[in-house]
């Protein structure tokens, strides 16, 4: 149980374009999915914390305007890169909250290349 | 300021050995500490947690340890097989909060 997907598991796009990052909560419901970015040997660092029928709260240094979040279902939660540049390129991925003790369960991450 | 320490940074662990990692914290409202393993271009997975009100949880190969009083939580992976070599984070919960905090993570590597 408590799997999550995310689509893709990696994308290459040009500067400049979008990217739409998928998040999926397969065998559970979930209010409140976040998500991270990860530098290479790093740490998860949070960028958002998306919730279900209501604007995402973002961490202070991500821009909203570009990393759109929209969790339009209890199952569902995207993160579109808009205007992407090179510096966007990251490994990003997302968790989704269930439980008594409100853990996270993550997804397999997404590479983000942007040439 | 980094809410949860963690070290050591990387290790590097015998086949059949103990691998140890350690976590410190100061804020006390934490009440949920769990642990995720990371393989290379992988989303990290649960491996085990802990409620402050136990001092110790073992699943398998791999126990926490718990000291309230020192704020510090451990790992610990018993007969540590090369297959363990992962990045391990610890991570911290606030009561009352959606949001956990992360350790910097630890990379163990398992040598035959």
């Known amino acids: 149980g408590a799997v999550v997907s995310q689509h893709p598991s990696w994308v290459i796009c040009k500067s400049g374009t979008s990217v739409k990052i998928e998040c999926r909560s397969l065998?559970?419901?979930?209010?409140?999915m976040f998500w991270y970015r990860q530098f290479p040997k790093q740490s998860l660092m949070l960028m958002a914390t998306s919730n279900e029928g209501s604007k995402a709260t973002y961490e202070q240094g991500v821009e909203k305007d570009k990393f759109l979040i929209n969790h339009a279902s209890l199952t569902l939660s995207t993160l579109t890169v808009t205007s992407a540049h090179p510096e966007d390129s990251s490994f990003y991925i997302c968790?989704?909250?269930?439980?008594?003790?409100?853990?996270?369960?993550f997804g397999p991450g997404t590479r983000l290349t942007v040439t | 300021q980094q809410q949860v320490k963690q070290s050591p940074q990387s290790l590097i662990v015998q086949k059949g050995g103990i691998s140890i990692i350690n976590c410190a914290y100061e804020?006390?409202?934490?009440?949920?500490f769990p642990w995720y393993q990371q393989f290379p271009g992988k989303g990290p997975a649960l491996l085990i947690a802990?409620?402050?009100?136990?001092s110790e949880k073992k699943e398998g190969r791999f126990t926490i340890s718990f000291n309230k009083s020192a704020k510090q939580f451990s790992l610990h992976i018993m007969d540590s097989q090369p297959g363990d070599s992962a990045t391990y984070f610890c991570a911290a919960r606030a009561g009352g909060r959606n949001q956990f905090y992360f350790g910097t993570g630890t990379s163990l590597t398992v040598i035959p």
């Open positions: 802990i409620r402050p009100d136990v």
């Open positions: 065998d559970f419901q979930a209010t409140t």
């Open positions: 804020n006390t409202a934490f009440d949920y």
């Open positions: 968790s989704a909250q269930t439980g008594a003790y409100y853990e996270q369960y």
